[in-house]
């Protein structure tokens, strides 16, 4: 209860706050599957932004040591990361305490975010027994958003993947799939719909949040089910 109302306070204290003077933390994971209970982070890669401009060397790349060993060939697929590449890897704990340092006082972006912070709110209780409740703002919310206002074209909307999205915004992808590229093509997305928001004139970040915050219950069970392909 006690991190809900601090969250809570948190909405209210930035919901004027401008979206050009906001400090933004635009944040990817590899994992060994997306099964929250059995499943963990390998990676973590994360760049900053303020407002529009992304901080091309204010950046954080970890690969970790998983807890568990077994490894889904689908999730290898994806991201490349064999289980011998991760053996002499740190443990996570440490890692996670330089992250929860880089990203401090930031608010968090993602593409489907929420399945991110479910992993990263999972490993931070079990291996730093602290409680991990920050604002996520989606680029897959704003990007359905846009679409459903007719901002951009209607045909986009089977377009669900970041690999989709991207390329719909004429973003380059060649270098997808390790967390640190994801996480910068993820920052060029919400860069160019952050751009799309100011022709509407929308600017604060309490526009923002009523767009595109994970808590949007009405998306989120289309977050597993269409945007990832495990």
């Not at 091309?56 to 289980?83: A, C, L, N, Q, W």
């Not at 846009?146 to 690999?163: A, D, M, Q, W, Y």
């Not at 967390?179 to 100011?198: E, R």
Request: net charge neutral.
């Amino acid at each position: 209860m006690f991190s809900l109302l601090k969250k809570k306070k948190q909405k209210d204290t930035i919901a004027k706050q401008l979206i050009s003077e906001t400090e933004f933390v635009v944040v990817d994971t590899e994992l060994t599957g997306l099964n929250e209970y059995k499943d963990n982070i390998i990676a973590i890669g994360a760049i900053k932004m303020k407002g529009r401009t992304i901080k091309i060397g204010d950046v954080f790349y970890r690969t970790v040591s998983p807890s568990t060993t077994k490894f889904r060939k689908e999730s290898i697929m994806i991201h490349k990361i064999t289980p011998s590449e991760l053996e002499k890897c740190p443990e996570i704990a440490p890692i996670l305490r330089e992250f929860l340092k880089f990203s401090e006082s930031c608010l968090f972006i993602g593409h489907c975010l929420d399945i991110d912070l479910a992993f990263l709110r999972k490993e931070i209780k079990n291996h730093l027994k602290e409680n991990f409740n920050p604002l996520g703002i989606d680029t897959f919310l704003i990007y359905k958003w846009l679409i459903r206002k007719g901002v951009l074209p209607e045909s986009l909307g089977n377009k669900n993947t970041l690999e989709e999205v991207a390329l719909s915004l004429e973003i380059d992808t060649r270098e997808l799939h390790d967390a640190l590229s994801d996480a910068f093509i993820t920052a060029q997305v919400f860069q160019k719909l952050l751009f799309y928001l100011s022709e509407l004139k929308i600017f604060t970040i309490g526009e923002l949040i009523d767009i595109g915050s994970v808590e949007n219950i009405n998306f989120r069970t289309v977050l597993k089910k269409e945007s990832y392909s495990f």
